[in-house]
């Protein structure tokens, strides 16, 4: 059973941080891509950011210099390190996985986590 756990949610104020993680199972983790999504109330879900198999990111430009995801492949887990989060950054984080980030919405979900950055 494959399984996406988001944690690392919670209450923060603007300009400050928050990792969140992604622990997966039942997947070859090392062999997928891995990424982040966010869906704020009343807006559609946007991709957040992207860390392939070989470790390549890839930022949407609002969070350029912000955010910096890892993964560690022993722990099959990824890190999303949130910082200078604006009220703007509220949102369900979700994690994916997939072979290709092209195919992440037919990919693994986890439930998602709450992000909420208050100003």
């Known amino acids: 059973q494959v399984q996406l756990v988001e944690s690392g949610g919670g209450l923060v104020q603007a300009g400050g941080s928050l990792t969140l993680s992604c622990a997966s199972s039942?997947?070859?983790?090392?062999?997928?891509?891995i990424g982040w999504y966010r869906q704020a109330a009343g807006k559609q879900r946007e991709l957040v950011a992207r860390?392939?198999?070989?470790?390549?990111?890839n930022y949407a430009d609002s969070m350029e210099g912000r955010f910096t995801l890892s993964r560690d492949n022993a722990k099959n887990t990824v890190y999303l390190q949130m910082d200078h989060l604006k009220p703007e950054d509220t949102a369900v984080y979700y994690c994916?996985?997939?072979?290709?980030?092209?195919?992440?919405?037919?990919?693994?979900w986890g439930q998602g986590t709450q992000v909420t950055v208050s100003s």
């Open positions: 994916v996985a997939a072979h290709s980030w092209l195919r992440f919405k037919e990919g693994f």
């Open positions: 039942g997947i070859s983790f090392s062999i997928n891509d």
């Open positions: 860390i392939s198999s070989g470790g390549s990111t």
